[in-house]
Structure formats: structure tokens, C-alpha cells
């Protein structure tokens, strides 16, 4: 691989790199969203549950409903969370690679640098 190449390669690899920041500073954004999300859906059942004790009748069959709907958002939640784990999960390993990538062209620098030492 001769100088242009590299050159062209590392640009590549650096923009690749970037990309990869900005999806993991994105996907973390999210995680904060979506955990906000849960502790509030759970505060919400917990709610609903002490009604569900001391409540009248009327009361506890709506908040048992109400709880219903909250424990179907909380699994749609989990299922996001699950997801945007994955996603991390193969961000991070593209970064690894990037990473690894500069080293190699890192390592084909410092070689022609000593190619030309006298």
C-alpha cells in the first residue's frame, strides 16, 4: 500500500470513526431517556399498587387496569433497552476496530519514517 492509499485509508477510517462517536453519544442520550422512562413508569405502578390495598373496589379495579398498561409499557421498554444494548454492544466493537485500524496505519508510518533515516 503506497502513501496516497494510506492517506485515503486513514481519512476513511478517521470519518468511520466519527460516525461511531456520534451513534454511541446518541445510543447514550437514549439509555438516559429510556431509563427516566422506566423509573417513572415504575413510580407510577408503585402507586397504583397502594391503591390496589387500601382503595375501594371501584379504585382497585381501575389502578389493577391502570397497572396493566404500565407493566405493557415497561416490557415495550425493556425490549427497546434490549435493543440499544445490541446496538451498543456492536458499536463498541466497530470502535475497537477502528482503533485497531489506526494502529496498523500508525505502525506503516512509523516504518517509513525509519525507512528514511539515515
Known sequence: MGLRETEESTELVLERMENTLN????????????????????????????????????????????LCKILDSILETAFIVNNVSHD????????????????????FFYSMTDDLDF
Open 23 to 66: 451513534n454511541l453519544e446518541q445510543m447514550s442520550y437514549d439509555s438516559i431517556n429510556i431509563t427516566d422512562r422506566l423509573v417513572t413508569l415504575l413510580s407510577d405502578a408503585r402507586e397504583h399498587a397502594a391503591i390496589m390495598k387500601v382503595g375501594t373496589e371501584e379504585q382497585r379495579t381501575e389502578s389493577f387496569d391502570i
Open 88 to 107: 451498543l454492544e456492536k458499536e463498541t466493537v466497530y470502535q475497537r476496530e477502528t482503533v485497531e485500524t489506526i494502529k496498523q496505519i500508525v505502525d
